[in-house]
């Protein structure tokens, strides 16, 4: 009976594809959707191995495709395809759990009426052509595997590299909910990380700094100081204050200021000379959940995916919800 139930649900999950008639990190921003019926949110989804309905933002189509495909796509987005086939496979863990979470608890993409999209900036990155053999072979090795923690998929962040220890969802994403308790600062080993990812260097003119305020609401006639106020458990600035008295939350200004450039909120130091404020820090990324580098680096250990997972999320079990 248990398992009729849930086969309905997906069956009322997958109604949209009969209707269709017909961090890769930077994209150009795309037109905002015309708002169409969105898929009804399933509960937890179990074999077999679903279909779901992709939006594909290169070309405006949705997709219909199975899932393990989707995710082999999302894996060579997201990862470098040649890594170590256990980073692949944590990976693979990680966009199956992201994407089974955002179905379960919103239909997917309901502004696009799709449960994924290939569009970074609303769900996942995606490159099917960057697809290889060594990317099929971590996704089959984890094929239908979903963390969860206390029997729901979590939220499965992850970032390039944590320069050395991860942040909770508050200090690295200002994460407005309660901090997830799977979610803990954790030494990270990120040493195999590029050189300019380890430890760099940024300047930014007065006015690009007024322009990124500016985007959060945060305007000022100029910027005659800038410094780090507080910062979070993991040693991330958490905000930032301009002019002696403005205060300026991190992570959102990093966004704004271009989170290519002001690589990470792991900072030593931040400095103002003349019309330039430089900042000088290590690491790329938010720093939430799982490193990419510092699975990298277990899976040349010899850790397997799931050790990888259960070490970036406390407290957490790896559960197949199909074979």
């Given at each position: 009976?248990?398992?009729?139930?849930?086969?309905?649900?997906?069956?009322?999950?997958?109604?949209p594809?009969?209707?269709?008639?017909?961090c890769?990190?930077?994209?150009s921003?795309q037109?905002k959707?015309?708002?169409?019926?969105s898929?009804?949110?399933?509960?937890n989804?179990?074999?077999?191995?679903?279909?779901?309905?992709?939006?594909?933002?290169?070309?405006?189509?949705?997709?219909?495709?199975?899932i393990?495909?989707?995710?082999?796509?999302?894996v060579?987005g997201?990862?470098?395809?040649?890594w170590?086939?256990e980073a692949?496979?944590?990976?693979?863990?990680?966009a199956?759990t992201?994407?089974?979470?955002?179905?379960?608890?919103?239909?997917?993409?309901?502004?696009r009426?799709?449960?994924?999209?290939?569009d970074?900036?609303?769900f996942?990155?995606?490159?099917?052509?960057?697809?290889?053999?060594?990317?099929?072979?971590?996704?089959?090795?984890?094929?239908g595997?979903?963390?969860?923690?206390?029997?729901?998929?979590?939220?499965?962040?992850?970032?390039?590299?944590?320069?050395?220890?991860?942040?909770?969802?508050?200090?690295?994403?200002?994460?407005?909910?309660?901090?997830?308790?799977y979610?803990?600062?954790?030494?990270s080993?990120?040493?195999?990380?590029?050189?300019?990812?380890?430890?760099?260097?940024?300047?930014?003119?007065?006015?690009?700094v007024?322009?990124?305020?500016?985007?959060?609401?945060?305007?000022v006639a100029?910027v005659?100081?800038?410094a780090?106020?507080?910062?979070?458990?993991?040693?991330?600035?958490?905000?930032?204050?301009?002019n002696?008295?403005v205060q300026?939350?991190?992570?959102?200004?990093?966004?704004?200021?271009?989170s290519?450039?002001?690589?990470?909120?792991?900072?030593?130091k931040v400095?103002?000379?003349?019309?330039?404020?430089?900042?000088?820090?290590?690491?790329?990324?938010?720093?939430?959940g799982?490193?990419?580098?510092g699975a990298?680096?277990?899976?040349?250990?010899?850790?397997?995916?799931?050790?990888?997972?259960?070490?970036y999320?406390?407290?957490?079990?790896?559960?197949?919800?199909?074979?």
């Amino acid at each position: 009976m248990q398992s009729k139930k849930l086969m309905l649900a997906l069956s009322l999950l997958l109604i949209p594809v009969f209707l269709i008639t017909g961090c890769t990190l930077f994209r150009s921003p795309q037109p905002k959707p015309t708002p169409a019926p969105s898929p009804a949110p399933a509960k937890n989804i179990q074999g077999p191995e679903p279909n779901i309905v992709v939006f594909m933002h290169e070309t405006g189509e949705k997709k219909t495709m199975k899932i393990e495909d989707y995710i082999a796509g999302v894996v060579a987005g997201e990862m470098k395809p040649d890594w170590p086939i256990e980073a692949l496979a944590a990976q693979a863990i990680i966009a199956r759990t992201y994407t089974i979470e955002a179905i379960e608890t919103k239909g997917g993409v309901p502004e696009r009426g799709t449960q994924a999209s290939t569009d970074i900036k609303e769900f996942q990155a995606y490159s099917a052509q960057a697809v290889n053999d060594n990317v099929r072979k971590a996704v089959q090795m984890t094929r239908g595997m979903v963390a969860v923690y206390q029997g729901k998929p979590i939220k499965s962040w992850f970032h390039a590299s944590a320069g050395g220890i991860t942040a909770n969802a508050k200090e690295g994403l200002n994460y407005k909910e309660e901090n997830p308790a799977y979610i803990q600062s954790v030494q990270s080993p990120d040493d195999l990380a590029p050189d300019d990812v380890k430890n760099w260097t940024v300047s930014f003119s007065q006015q690009e700094v007024m322009a990124a305020l500016a985007k959060i609401g945060k305007k000022v006639a100029a910027v005659e100081s800038f410094a780090i106020q507080e910062k979070g458990q993991s040693g991330r600035a958490t905000i930032f204050v301009v002019n002696n008295g403005v205060q300026v939350p991190a992570p959102e200004f990093r966004v704004a200021i271009d989170s290519t450039k002001l690589k990470s909120l792991l900072l030593d130091k931040v400095e103002m000379a003349g019309d330039k404020i430089t900042f000088t820090g290590k690491g790329y990324g938010h720093g939430v959940g799982m490193s990419q580098w510092g699975a990298h680096k277990m899976a040349k250990e010899g850790r397997k995916p799931e050790e990888i997972i259960t070490y970036y999320f406390k407290g957490v079990t790896v559960e197949k919800r199909w074979e």
